[in-house]
């Protein structure tokens, strides 16, 4: 499973963008995070920049990882789960993240989504 987020596990930082400008002033070490947007996506698939989507609907997903996208990000574990089950039937690329509070990441697990992206941490000692 793919954990984003989280303070204690190294993995890719996600920058929030929305603008052509501001994916050129993301850091290298970092992925920029799209709002659907397919003129957007498509900018980034043909410069052959890495990145991440916000997604709202199945369709969105499957358009997203057309153009490419390595993460689809879905605010709902239930959109996460109907995503999950397409990427599943057409072997998508991209991988499946739902944005998540960590004391439901056992929920996410069960689902088979491929991470989580975690909006608040339980700090373990």
Known sequence: MII???PKIPGPKLVPVESRE???RVPASSIPLL???LDLLAYCQREGIRYGVTISSIK????SNALGASY???PTLSLARQVEEV???YLFDGKVIVTIDERLIEEAIGAGIDGVWLTETVDER
């Open 72 to 74: 689809l990000i879905c």
């Open 87 to 89: 990427a599943e039937n």
């Open 22 to 24: 501001e994916i050129g």
């Open 35 to 37: 709002p659907f947007d």
């Open 60 to 63: 969105e997903a499957v358009y």
């Open 4 to 6: 984003l987020n989280h």
